[in-house]
């Protein structure tokens, strides 16, 4: 693993923060091939793709900090040091909705055209943020003695590497919103298939790794929101039909 990159004179470039900063100018550079998505320039989808990304990583270290407090204890100016890893993704996700949520609001654009323009280019950032994560050695899984197995350096024994089997459902499920979202398709669509596969892939992997299993001894924090944002992704995917888009 490599926590620390490379060296710039006596700055520190971290495998964490790098790999969402290559997610994000790969990113970047998708939108200005793509064009135009629906009346968002692509200057404008790129402005909203670093804003919404700021808040998610402010929301998901949040949710990092409040459940893992005892780390900070002592050590309160760790807080602030997201390059190095310690970020609760559903933390991410909820803050980013609830800016794109404030944003529409006060831009009078419609929320779901807004989240169906962000949320490929967001699957596509998560998968590097893990593969960050793999470089980092941090969120690995359950001991194994499969195949898939990998040994940690500060690990005497082989680990499921949960954080590419992570990688590789956030490259999937990006993938599929790529093909998906074209400008002819009925807004909310591409959003609603994003919490209807990445909840699913996030559920089963979470059974991979180590965190606790505090409902019933069975499913872990992340698991029960995966639950909880699939049936709401169902209930919308069952009603969209209802809804009172007119497209352009």
């Not at 060296?7 to 923060?17: A, D, Q």
């Not at 490929?120 to 593969?131: C, M, N, S």
């Not at 898939?148 to 500060?154: C, I, S, T, Y």
């Amino acid at each position: 693993m490599h926590p620390i990159l490379f060296h710039i004179g006596p700055i520190k470039i971290f495998s964490y923060g790098f790999m969402i900063a290559l997610g994000l100018f790969l990113s970047f550079v998708i939108i200005r091939r793509r064009g135009e998505y629906r009346g968002i320039k692509p200057d404008q989808l790129i402005d909203l793709m670093i804003a919404t990304t700021c808040v998610g990583l402010i929301g998901a270290r949040i949710l990092y900090v409040l459940r893992f407090n005892e780390e900070y204890r002592d050590n309160w100016l760790g807080v602030v040091r997201v390059w190095e890893g310690g970020l609760v993704l559903y933390g991410g996700t909820i803050t980013a909705l609830l800016f794109l949520l404030v944003y529409s609001k006060i831009k009078q654009k419609r929320f779901f055209l807004l989240t169906d323009a962000i949320v490929p280019y967001f699957a596509f950032v998560q998968a590097f943020g893990r593969i960050g994560c793999f470089m980092n050695g941090c969120c690995g899984g359950a001991v194994t003695d499969s195949i898939f197995g990998m040994q940690f350096p500060h690990t005497h024994y082989y680990v499921h590497p949960t954080q590419l089997y992570s990688a590789f459902v956030c490259f999937l499920v990006a993938a599929v919103l790529f093909l998906i979202n074209k400008p002819n398709v009925r807004v909310g669509f591409t959003t609603t298939v994003y919490f209807l596969l990445y909840p699913v892939g996030r559920f089963f992997v979470e059974f991979l790794r180590v965190n606790p299993k505090v409902f019933w001894g069975v499913f872990s924090h992340a698991q029960m929101i995966s639950i909880v944002l699939f049936i709401l992704a169902v209930f919308i995917f069952i009603t969209k039909r209802f809804w009172n888009y007119h497209e352009q």
